[in-house]
C-alpha cells in the first residue's frame, strides 16, 4: 500500500522476482490511514514503515509521524487477527 505508483511498481516487480504472487498479495494506492481507517479484512501480519513527514499532492493532509503516528498504529491493531 502505497500512494506512489513507481513504489508500487517496485514492490510488485520484487514480490514477483521472489515468487510471490497471486491472491494473497495485492498492491493498494491510498494512504494509510485512509487505507486502515477504511478496511475491514484483517491480517495476520502488518509492516507499517511510514514517512517521517509527507505533504503529497495526493491528500488534503500532510503526514507527520509525531503527531499521526499512534492513530495508525491503533488502525493497524485493531486489523490484526
Given at each position: 500500500m502505497d500512494l506512489s505508483n513507481t513504489y508500487l511498481d517496485w514492490a510488485q516487480r520484487n514480490m514477483a522476482i521472489n515468487n510471490l504472487t497471486g491472491p494473497k498479495h495485492r498492491f493498494v494506492r491510498d494512504d494509510g490511514p485512509s487505507f486502515v481507517a477504511s478496511c475491514r479484512e484483517t491480517f495476520d501480519l502488518a509492516v507499517v514503515d511510514p514517512?517521517?513527514?509527507?505533504?503529497?499532492?495526493?491528500?488534503?493532509?500532510?503526514?507527520?509521524?509525531?503527531?499521526?503516528?499512534?492513530?495508525?498504529?491503533?488502525?493497524?491493531?485493531?486489523?490484526l487477527t
Amino acid at each position: 500500500m502505497d500512494l506512489s505508483n513507481t513504489y508500487l511498481d517496485w514492490a510488485q516487480r520484487n514480490m514477483a522476482i521472489n515468487n510471490l504472487t497471486g491472491p494473497k498479495h495485492r498492491f493498494v494506492r491510498d494512504d494509510g490511514p485512509s487505507f486502515v481507517a477504511s478496511c475491514r479484512e484483517t491480517f495476520d501480519l502488518a509492516v507499517v514503515d511510514p514517512p517521517t513527514f509527507s505533504n503529497s499532492k495526493r491528500t488534503e493532509e500532510y503526514w507527520d509521524i509525531q503527531r499521526d503516528h499512534a492513530a495508525l498504529l491503533t488502525g493497524v491493531l485493531d486489523r490484526l487477527t
